[in-house]
């Protein structure tokens, strides 16, 4: 995702802002321009297109600036631990009884239960499986 750069334009275009509010965002250090060399314009990562989007839905929403802020920053945080968990845990996806699972690997030290995430009809829920068995 790094190397997904937008110019001002682009990203207050994505996030329905004006380059004014952008600035003044990047002024309070709520959103950060990447660094650039000389007199070249703004660009802005992935990281900074997300933030513009969210703090925009969340104005839109009726919330304060701080107040927006301060939900990205926990909902921030809590997509690193979400990608740390991904990363540890993600084996694959398969299919259980004709349903998709994600698998997230062995439940117990013992490694006697796998543990998946049974995906149906937008929905999610847990199912142990004795390793084996297997998905069968």
């Known amino acids: 995702m790094d190397r ?3 110019g001002i334009s682009e990203l207050c275009k994505m996030a329905g802002v004006t380059p004014r509010q952008l600035r003044y965002w990047e002024q309070k250090g709520y959103i950060k321009a990447r660094a650039s060399e000389g007199n070249k314009a703004r660009e802005y990562d992935a990281n900074a297109m997300i933030k ?3 703090i925009k839905h969340f104005l839109d929403e009726g919330y304060t ?3 927006a802020v301060q939900k990205i920053q926990r909902y921030m945080a809590n997509m690193k631990i979400i990608r740390s ?3 540890e845990h993600f084996v694959g996806i398969e299919e259980i009884d ?3 699972a994600v698998n997230l690997g062995y439940f117990d030290e013992a490694k006697r239960q796998i543990l ?3 995906v149906k009809d937008g ?3 847990f199912k142990l499986v ?3 068995i297997g998905n069968n």
């Open 85 to 87: 968990i991904i990363r």
């Open 130 to 132: 004795d390793a084996s």
């Open 52 to 54: 513009a989007v969210l």
């Open 116 to 118: 998946y995430v049974i």
């Open 98 to 100: 004709g349903e998709l």
């Open 123 to 125: 929905r999610s829920s």
């Open 4 to 6: 997904l750069i937008f």
């Open 65 to 67: 600036l701080n107040v």
